[in-house]
């Protein structure tokens, strides 16, 4: 089972948005709507952010949104924040109890 | 408050085996399904496998012969083995429960685990 791509870096300032990709097949990303999105500070263990394409867990602030086309999962942070600098990984369920972990995204605030 | 509490840092030999453990509170632990994730150092996440309630497993093909996950419902705690170590094992591995959305919802603080001669 191949890793799911994303950008190796994002960037934008405050008070800005950005996107960031992740882009499966059809056996993962494309054929199951149990795309997740993590958080990860330096140092720390990852947090989740996103579950099922586009919910939050309670506590997420609402700047975090998260949304699918075809084999391609995206997630958004609006209205950038000095603390979202971090790496950011999707996760997608591939099929036959097996899961699939994305490249990861750092993402800094300039 | 869901909380994993893994088991501390371990050096271990190439070719040794090592054994992680993740004590849990907070939840049912009998419903529950848990997962193990490792990170390489400066790399990102792994999936290794799961291990579900009733206490069947599935590995990632890259894993499958050397991890051996198990759970004791008694003690509440969730074990991963690995055997056969080399130095690409050197990771922090981490313990993560399902929180019901097929995600990774509650993690352990990880166990770093270096493989080294």
């Known amino acids: 089972q191949s890793a799911l791509t994303q950008p190796p870096s994002a960037s934008g300032s405050p008070g800005q948005s950005v996107t960031i990709s992740c882009t499966g097949t059809?056996?993962?990303?494309?054929?199951?709507?149990?795309v997740s999105w993590y958080q990860q500070h330096p140092g720390k263990a990852p947090e989740l952010m996103i579950y099922?394409?586009?919910k939050r867990p309670s506590g997420v602030p609402d700047r975090f949104s998260g949304s699918k086309s075809g084999n391609t999962a995206s997630l958004t942070v609006s209205g950038l924040q000095a603390e979202d600098e971090a790496n950011y990984y999707c996760?997608?369920?591939?099929?036959?109890?097996?899961?699939?972990f994305g490249g990861g995204t750092k993402l800094t605030v300039l | 408050q869901v909380q994993l509490v893994q088991s501390g840092a371990e050096v271990k030999k190439p070719g040794a085996s090592v054994k992680v453990s993740c004590k849990t509170s907070?939840?049912?632990?009998?419903?529950?399904?848990f997962h193990w994730v490792r990170q390489a150092p400066g790399q990102g996440l792994e999936w290794m496998g799961i291990?579900?309630?009733?206490?069947?497993?599935t590995y990632a093909q890259g894993f499958q012969g050397r991890v051996s996950m198990t759970r004791d419902s008694s003690t509440r705690t969730v074990y991963m083995q690995l055997s056969s170590l080399r130095s690409e094992d050197t990771a922090v591995y981490y313990c993560?429960?399902?929180?019901?959305?097929?995600?990774?919802?509650?993690w352990g603080q990880g166990t770093l685990v270096t493989v080294s001669s």
């Open positions: 996760s997608s369920f591939a099929g036959s109890s097996i899961w699939v």
């Open positions: 291990i579900r309630s009733r206490g069947d497993m």
């Open positions: 059809s056996s993962d990303v494309g054929g199951h709507n149990l």
């Open positions: 907070g939840f049912t632990f009998t419903g529950s399904y």
């Open positions: 099922e394409v586009s």
């Open positions: 993560v429960r399902d929180a019901g959305h097929w995600d990774f919802g509650h």
